[in-house]
């Protein structure tokens, strides 16, 4: 099987520069621990330029999907994720420019090949993962997770690559697991 790494197109130029709010917590977002949001639908303040691109992801340090983007993976079956509403507000005006998902995915896993995949030492003395592989028998058929070696990444499966590829889905990239390298 082939797994594929899910992600914004990067540098999308065009993007709006969004702060991520106090209320969302990147790294339990990234470990998927349920959030506690006072109100929904959170709000996210952006500088937004004219020439604005809202694209079906965006990745600010949190996955934020379009309903596009949630529709598909709804319709692949993907069930480990949790979504919770968010409106992108224009800072100048505070009008509501899109309206995204907050993904927090549940689905963790650890799956890494060791015989497979390749480690350097860097400036700390820390051996670090430098290019990845996955041990198939370990995902056990989950068609998306988060690689538990390193929890930033969103993995899918060839047969979900497939599937989203066929949605032309905008600003959004599923690079082979090959293409990822990690500087030491």
């Given at each position: 099987?082939?797994?594929?790494?899910?992600d914004?197109?990067s540098?999308n130029?065009n993007a709006?520069?969004?702060e991520l709010?106090?209320?969302?917590?990147?790294i339990?977002?990234?470990m998927?621990?349920?959030?506690?949001?006072?109100?929904?639908?959170?709000?996210?303040?952006?500088e937004?330029?004219?020439?604005v691109l809202?694209?079906?992801m965006?990745?600010?340090?949190v996955?934020?999907?379009?309903?596009?983007?949630?529709?598909?993976?709804?319709?692949e079956?993907?069930?480990?994720i949790?979504?919770?509403?968010?409106?992108?507000?224009?800072?100048?005006n505070g009008?509501?420019?899109a309206?995204?998902w907050l993904?927090?995915?549940k689905?963790i896993?650890?799956?890494i090949?060791?015989?497979a995949?390749?480690f350097a030492?860097n400036s700390?003395?820390?051996e670090?993962?430098?290019?990845?592989?996955?041990?198939?028998k370990?995902?056990?058929?989950?068609?998306?997770f988060?690689?538990?070696?390193?929890p930033?990444?969103?993995?899918v499966n060839e047969?979900l690559?497939q599937s989203?590829?066929?949605?032309e889905?905008?600003g959004?990239?599923?690079?082979?697991t090959?293409?990822?390298?990690q500087?030491?």
């Amino acid at each position: 099987m082939q797994y594929y790494i899910l992600d914004e197109i990067s540098p999308n130029t065009n993007a709006p520069f969004i702060e991520l709010p106090d209320e969302i917590d990147m790294i339990d977002t990234i470990m998927g621990n349920t959030p506690f949001f006072d109100e929904l639908p959170i709000r996210i303040e952006a500088e937004i330029e004219d020439d604005v691109l809202f694209t079906d992801m965006l990745n600010p340090g949190v996955p934020l999907f379009s309903g596009r983007l949630k529709e598909a993976l709804e319709e692949e079956g993907v069930s480990c994720i949790e979504y919770y509403p968010v409106h992108i507000i224009n800072e100048d005006n505070g009008r509501c420019e899109a309206e995204y998902w907050l993904a927090i995915i549940k689905e963790i896993i650890a799956c890494i090949d060791l015989q497979a995949s390749e480690f350097a030492e860097n400036s700390m003395g820390k051996e670090v993962i430098t290019r990845f592989s996955i041990d198939e028998k370990r995902c056990a058929g989950a068609s998306l997770f988060r690689f538990h070696n390193i929890p930033g990444l969103i993995i899918v499966n060839e047969s979900l690559k497939q599937s989203l590829k066929a949605k032309e889905l905008l600003g959004v990239t599923l690079k082979h697991t090959r293409e990822y390298y990690q500087k030491p």
